[in-house]
């Protein structure tokens, strides 16, 4: 795990604990009754940055108790999530490159996965509330094609939404 990936697990630590979530390495995990949301951090493979993943898996199509992002059928990353007036500060925080002090970093990630990240999350926490949240959401998330029907999409219907986009 990279110094950075390292960094954001500690800061996160806190906040994704008092939500209910359960980690593992650089995962978290809160299990509900038909999904599993999962946020993870993930270190890039070019520099000193990093990345802020949520992710909602949909418990009708599989038994994975921690299930690797790479499984979630809705995926987001925090960054799509801030609007503009945030996205920049959100790409410095995520840089450690970048001067800022640990304890102001920590913090402003932390209010803005609050608000932003944590909002968007509980959101699906039935397969119901997912079914309206995509019917609504702005913008789309990665939706994996498999995961379309229970969702109450079928794939021509959800191709024809420009917005709309598959993993």
């Given at each position: 795990?990279?110094?950075?990936?390292?960094?954001?697990?500690?800061?996160?630590?806190?906040?994704?604990?008092?939500?209910?979530?359960?980690?593992?390495?650089?995962?978290?995990?809160?299990?509900?009754?038909?999904?599993?949301?999962?946020?993870?951090?993930?270190?890039?493979?070019?520099?000193?940055?990093?990345?802020v993943?949520?992710?909602?898996?949909?418990?009708?199509?599989?038994?994975?108790?921690?299930?690797?992002l790479?499984?979630?059928?809705?995926?987001?990353?925090?960054?799509?999530?801030?609007?503009?007036?945030?996205?920049?500060?959100?790409?410095?925080?995520?840089?450690?490159?970048?001067?800022?002090?640990?304890?102001?970093?920590?913090a402003?990630?932390?209010?803005?996965?609050?608000?932003?990240?944590?909002?968007?999350?509980?959101?699906?926490?039935?397969?119901?509330?997912?079914?309206?949240?995509?019917?609504?959401?702005s913008?789309?998330?990665?939706?994996d094609?498999?995961?379309?029907?229970?969702?109450?999409?079928?794939?021509?219907?959800w191709?024809?939404?420009?917005?709309?986009?598959?993993?």
């Amino acid at each position: 795990m990279s110094e950075a990936t390292l960094q954001l697990v500690n800061f996160f630590e806190p906040t994704l604990k008092a939500f209910g979530f359960r980690k593992s390495r650089q995962t978290w995990y809160l299990r509900k009754d038909e999904v599993v949301l999962v946020v993870n951090v993930q270190g890039s493979q070019w520099g000193n940055q990093a990345y802020v993943n949520l992710g909602v898996y949909l418990r009708a199509l599989g038994d994975e108790v921690r299930p690797p992002l790479s499984h979630c059928h809705i995926l987001q990353r925090l960054g799509q999530l801030v609007g503009r007036e945030n996205a920049l500060r959100l790409m410095e925080l995520l840089d450690f490159d970048k001067k800022i002090s640990a304890d102001d970093r920590s913090a402003e990630l932390r209010r803005l996965l609050e608000n932003f990240g944590m909002p968007w999350l509980q959101q699906f926490d039935s397969l119901e509330s997912a079914r309206k949240v995509l019917r609504s959401d702005s913008p789309r998330p990665l939706v994996d094609p498999n995961a379309l029907p229970i969702l109450g999409w079928t794939l021509q219907e959800w191709q024809g939404n420009t917005s709309g986009e598959l993993h």
